[in-house]
């Protein structure tokens, strides 16, 4: 299984070009299993979502075809997930994130397990708050630093769900723990939204409770 490590140093969202690129590369590289290469094609296929080409994605996850291996079925899912959801239909794209959340699960995937409930809480609104809870319980008893990162994404993506709905004092809270969580475990980029997140959300409760 590829580390994560690895894949945060060769993705980067800001060039979803770029990064379709370094993973062809690594690919081709020898240094890898089968099943790793397999998981470097799936990530090519998110760099390919990224830049709208949906029909390209799913052609390449289908070039994978039935993976035995429970990491590339768990991201092939993922990924399916993904390029339905960008392009617009995320009602098929839950049952995709759906399967990728019960193998990883099955197959003790916890990374892997909370980015597919992350992603169903983004797609399913109706139970968006029942996903993200479930996320959250995970990444709260990750053992590492870099499994409970998703805890900035997770609450973040809670404040702005309640921001949407009028439920400012819980966006609030949401946004005030995403910070917490950035600052103890995420990047920079995490913390500049984190304190954005909080500002606008201020800004909204000033103008709200002003006479």
Do not use: K
């Given at each position: 299984m590829l580390t994560q490590q690895l894949l945060d140093e060769l993705?980067?969202?800001?060039?979803?070009?770029?990064?379709?690129?370094?993973?062809?590369?690594?690919?081709?590289?020898?240094?890898?299993?089968?099943?790793?290469?397999?998981?470097?094609?799936?990530?090519?296929?998110?760099?390919?979502?990224?830049?709208?080409?949906?029909?390209?994605?799913?052609a390449l996850l289908d070039s994978l075809g039935d993976p035995a291996d429970a990491v590339v079925?768990?991201?092939?899912a993922l990924e399916a997930g993904r390029l339905l959801n960008s392009a617009g239909r995320p009602t098929e794209a839950m049952p995709e994130f759906e399967t990728a959340a019960s193998t990883a699960a099955t197959a003790g995937l916890l990374f892997l397990q909370i980015?597919?409930?992350?992603?169903l809480a983004i797609t399913d609104e109706t139970?968006?708050?029942?996903?993200?809870?479930?996320?959250?319980?995970?990444?709260?008893a990750a053992p590492d630093d870099r499994t409970?990162?998703?805890?900035?994404?997770?609450?973040?993506?809670?404040?702005?769900?309640?921001?949407?709905?009028?439920?400012?004092?819980?966006?609030l809270d949401h946004f005030q723990q995403a910070q917490g969580w950035a600052e103890r475990v995420g990047n920079e980029q995490q913390r500049v939204w984190a304190?954005?997140?909080?500002?606008?959300?201020?800004?909204?409760?000033?103008?709200?409770?002003?006479p």
């Open positions: 993705w980067d969202f800001e060039d979803p070009a770029g990064s379709e690129q370094r993973f062809a590369v690594e690919e081709v590289s020898q240094s890898y299993t089968d099943s790793e290469r397999a998981e470097l094609v799936t990530q090519r296929a998110r760099a390919l979502a990224l830049q709208r080409r949906f029909e390209d994605g799913h079925r768990t991201r092939v980015d597919a409930l992350h992603m139970r968006s708050r029942e996903w993200a809870a479930q996320a959250i319980d995970l990444a709260l409970r990162r998703w805890l900035v994404s997770l609450h973040n993506n809670l404040g702005w769900w309640h921001f949407d709905g009028g439920r400012l004092d819980e966006a304190r954005e997140a909080i500002d606008e959300c201020v800004a909204a409760m000033e103008t709200r409770d002003s």
